[in-house]
């Protein structure tokens, strides 16, 4: 299996990518294909597929913030079952994500990501595909070391209508395990910042910041 990067919506493996990710994910997750042009050129993203005998079977995306001194995994994506696809993309992102932090000469204290949460969202079949079962995901993050943070989070849609997106959770993973708490200061610079890129965004996740900013510690929690 190779660990592909793909810098242009005219990669070869791009629109297979693409494909996958609208089989997978439901419509408010999936930016759409015109849109990636400029996102795929930017260094401090990383879009990353596993091909396997010339085909797209998985792909993930993260990106790492010097300044902050974390990294966020956007997606996850395991396209077909006995593979060890989601192995494989852990490790070899891992692996880059590490070499990125120590060409920056930076550290690097955790990771963010999202998860849906199935006992909130149930109709959400991800292409039929058993490991990408919201149950099965959900665990497979908590086996990695991720724990939720306390507060209830939404999103703007990826679908850039300002809609708002809520069902998941926001997690963690820590590099200290003893760390049972994160500034919540960090946890709202994190989130605008991330977001920034969309103009529209609903009064819920502006409400949602607003909560964070009248904390100062956000716990983390099991998943």
């Not at 990669?11 to 997978?24: A, I, K, N, P, S």
């Not at 679908?159 to 959770?169: H, I, M, P």
Request: hydrophobic share 40%; net charge negative.
């Amino acid at each position: 299996m190779e660990f592909v990067r793909i810098t242009s919506i005219e990669d070869t493996y791009f629109r297979q990518m693409h494909e996958l990710m609208g089989r997978v994910f439901p419509p408010e997750e999936v930016l759409a294909y015109d849109l990636w042009a400029e996102p795929l050129k930017d260094e401090g993203l990383r879009v990353v597929v596993a091909v396997h005998e010339g085909e797209v079977v998985g792909a993930t995306e993260y990106r790492y913030y010097p300044d902050m001194g974390v990294a966020m995994t956007d997606f996850t994506i395991i396209g077909r079952e006995g593979l060890g696809i989601g192995r494989f993309l852990a490790q070899r992102r891992q692996s880059d994500l590490l070499e990125w932090v120590r060409q920056c000469g930076g550290k690097l204290t955790g990771m963010f990501a999202e998860i849906y949460n199935p006992y909130l969202v149930e109709e959400h079949a991800f292409g039929g595909i058993k490991p990408m079962d919201p149950f099965v995901r959900r665990e497979v993050l908590s086996h990695l070391g991720y724990r939720r943070l306390d507060f209830p989070y939404v999103h703007p849609s990826w679908e850039l209508n300002g809609e708002a997106v809520s069902g998941l959770d926001f997690c963690f993973l820590s590099y200290d395990e003893s760390v049972q708490e994160l500034p919540a200061a960090l946890v709202s610079r994190f989130l605008q910042t991330y977001y920034a890129i969309q103009e529209r965004k609903p009064d819920s996740w502006y409400d949602m910041i607003r909560g964070l900013e009248r904390l100062d510690t956000i716990k983390l929690l099991p998943i």
